[in-house]
């Protein structure tokens, strides 16, 4: 089920696993350290995922040098890292859920930026992936802004209905939820 992308992916960063804090790390060429991590939501959801087995988490990336001067130089190999943890060891279990959002903590324009990130790596996976983005208003300092996001599973996922009433129907509130609204 994990077949190879159609197209050649850049070779991937070395991964670091830290187990104390269940944080996936690794060192670009340019030495900008860049961490991840799929986080459980699974307290935020109704139980009825849990008696399927379904496992959601979300996805947490972020370079630890915020100078954006830094991170302008294109990279290849990050998203080749990011898309070699999805498959694996993320989505080896076919009933896992990955939630993301693109906030615009930083910017207005970076929840859109985040999202053409997130199609870029959805394009090398889409063989053994599907994606459900989702489109979120919520209320900040600025005035109402559109949270992007998505929900993916993997293609042989076996409970699509249960995840579409218990989690897409619902998805609106729990990223409200996740943001303090």
Known sequence: M???SRKKLATPYNIIYDKSTDFYSFATDQ???YSCK???????LP?????YYIEVRDFIFYPHDRNPEVRKHKDDRISATVIDLMRTPYFVIPERVLVYTCDN???IIRGRCRQKLFDKWYEEMVDFLLRHELEVDVETDHGIETTH???VVRRDFSHP????TQLLEQAQGIILEKFGQ
Do not use: A, W
């Not at 799929?38 to 935020?44: A, E, L, P, R, Y």
């Not at 139980?47 to 008696?51: A, D, R, T, V, Y």
């Not at 209905?161 to 579409?164: A, K, V």
């Open 2 to 4: 994990l077949e190879q």
């Open 31 to 33: 030495e900008i350290i």
């Open 38 to 44: 799929f986080g459980n939501v699974m307290s935020m």
């Open 47 to 51: 139980p009825l995922l849990g008696i």
């Open 105 to 107: 903590s930083d910017r």
């Open 149 to 151: 996001g998505g929900v």
């Open 161 to 164: 209905q249960i995840l579409q």
